[in-house]
């Protein structure tokens, strides 16, 4: 299989501070893939840097072979990588429909607008019944299906997700899970940073284990949920 996105050598730093100290990996086309760690461990600051939001120190970073590093954020943005942002950065004093519209703000395909518009719908359908409700009264659960959804108007090549599953119960974890199981098995590819390891290393064929800015472990995610350094560190043995 051919890597969507492979990633060679980045490192990242805030000042002084090395977050991300060169790291590997690569994300195939058709796949959930997943990178898992602790809090800190240099995930957030890995996905900023896919996106442009933060400068790489070192390393490439290519998509379908085009080299991201030094592009601006809208221009990766347009080559398809969206990025579902921590803690969701929903607008709170819009409503849901006006937050779905924003994804597609680049878009001047009208029609197709309002097919994705649909399906994201049908995909989650307590957006349609709160479609004109204020997006900042949404439960948590529900942001974080707004998120999506608004990610997914973009028409995204490959969906970035920043710890969907935080603040969120056990129960609307599984049922966001659920749906980007669905979501891949209609043919896109997602990039999953979590620190919910259990949940993420299920849905993903194959997982990174980072740890202070470096991958410390890989394999199908099947095998790091049975490797003992991961129960250990991480399933609570
Ligand atoms: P979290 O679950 O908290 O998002 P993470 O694995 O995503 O954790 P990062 O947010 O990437 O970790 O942080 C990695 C390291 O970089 C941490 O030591 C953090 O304190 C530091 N860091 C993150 N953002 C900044 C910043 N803007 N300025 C300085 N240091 C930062």
Redesign the pocket.
């Known amino acids: 299989m051919t890597a969507l996105l492979r990633v060679e050598g980045l490192r990242?730093a805030?000042?002084h501070?090395e977050?991300?100290q060169g790291i590997d990996f690569e994300v195939e086309s058709g796949e959930i893939r997943t990178l898992v760690?602790?809090?800190?461990?240099?995930?957030?600051?890995?996905?900023?840097a896919l996106s442009g939001l933060?400068p790489a120190k070192a390393g490439s970073i290519r998509f379908e072979g085009e080299e991201l590093t030094r592009l601006p954020t809208h221009r990766i943005v347009e080559r398809g990588l969206v990025q579902v942002a921590?803690g969701r950065a929903i607008l709170t004093t819009l409503t849901v429909r006006e937050n779905l519209e924003l994804g597609a703000y680049r878009r001047r395909d009208r029609g197709a607008i309002a097919g994705d518009l649909e399906r994201v719908l049908n995909l989650f359908p307590r957006l349609h019944d709160r479609i004109d409700a204020m997006a900042g009264n949404l439960s948590g659960g529900e942001q974080q299906m707004l998120a999506i959804g608004r990610a997914l108007l973009a028409r995204p090549r490959l969906l970035l997700l920043?710890?969907p599953s935080?603040g969120l119960a056990p129960l609307v974890v599984q049922d966001i899970f659920a749906t980007l199981r669905r979501i891949n098995r209609d043919g896109l590819t997602v990039f999953l940073?979590e620190?919910n390891v259990r949940q993420a290393l299920k849905i993903a064929r194959y997982g990174y284990v980072?740890e202070?800015?470096k991958v410390v472990l890989s394999g199908a995610g099947t095998t790091l949920m049975n490797d003992p350094r991961v129960i250990d560190a991480y399933l609570g043995g």
């Open positions: 990242v805030y000042g501070i977050a991300v760690g602790a809090n800190g461990a240099g995930k957030s600051t890995t996905l900023l933060v921590e920043d710890e935080m940073v620190q980072i202070s800015g």
